[in-house]
C-alpha cells in the first residue's frame, strides 16, 4: 500500500466520525415532490492533513447524504467559512466534482502547507437562479 493510499484511507476512516453539517439556507430549492419522495439528509464534507517528510498529504471528501449528485456539484477546501466568504473563494488546486468519486487527495510542500482552520464546502449549481449555491459545510482543524 503506497503512503497516499494510506493517508486516504486514514482519511476516509475519519468521515465515520466526523458529524453531517446542516443545510445552508442559501442551498438550492428543491421540488415538494422530490422532497417528500427523498429519504436522505444534506450531503456532509470534511478534510484531513498528514505530514510525510517534506509533503502534506490532504484528503477532501464528501457524503452525499443519499441525494443525486448534479452534472456540476463540487467539494473545495476553504481557508474562511464559505458562507461568509464566499463558494469561490476555495483554495487553489483544492477542490474536486462530486461526481468524481467520494473523496480527493492532493499534496503540497511543507513550505506551503495548510495548518490551522479549514473548512471544505459542498456546492451545487442552482439552475432557478443561474448560480452555485452553498449546500453544506464543516470546519475542520488541519495539522
Request: aromatic fraction near 12%; glycine fraction near 10%.
Amino acid at each position: 500500500m503506497t503512503l497516499l493510499t494510506r493517508a486516504a484511507a486514514t482519511a476516509l476512516a475519519l468521515l465515520c466520525v466526523l458529524p453531517v453539517q446542516a443545510a445552508s439556507a442559501a442551498g438550492p430549492a428543491v421540488p415538494a415532490a422530490t422532497a417528500a419522495a427523498a429519504v436522505s439528509s444534506t450531503p456532509g464534507t470534511w478534510a484531513a492533513a498528514i505530514h510525510v517528510k517534506e509533503t502534506q498529504i490532504v484528503t477532501i471528501g464528501w457524503d452525499y447524504g443519499g441525494n443525486p449528485v448534479g452534472k456540476y456539484d463540487w467539494v473545495g477546501l476553504y481557508p474562511c467559512d464559505p458562507q461568509e466568504c464566499g463558494v469561490n473563494k476555495y483554495i487553489s488546486g483544492a477542490w474536486q466534482w462530486a461526481s468524481s468519486g467520494t473523496s480527493y487527495t492532493f499534496t503540497r510542500a511543507l513550505s506551503d502547507s495548510l495548518i490551522g482552520t479549514y473548512w471544505t464546502g459542498y456546492v451545487s449549481y442552482d439552475y432557478a437562479s443561474g448560480q452555485y449555491r452553498l449546500v453544506s459545510s464543516h470546519m475542520n482543524l488541519l495539522a
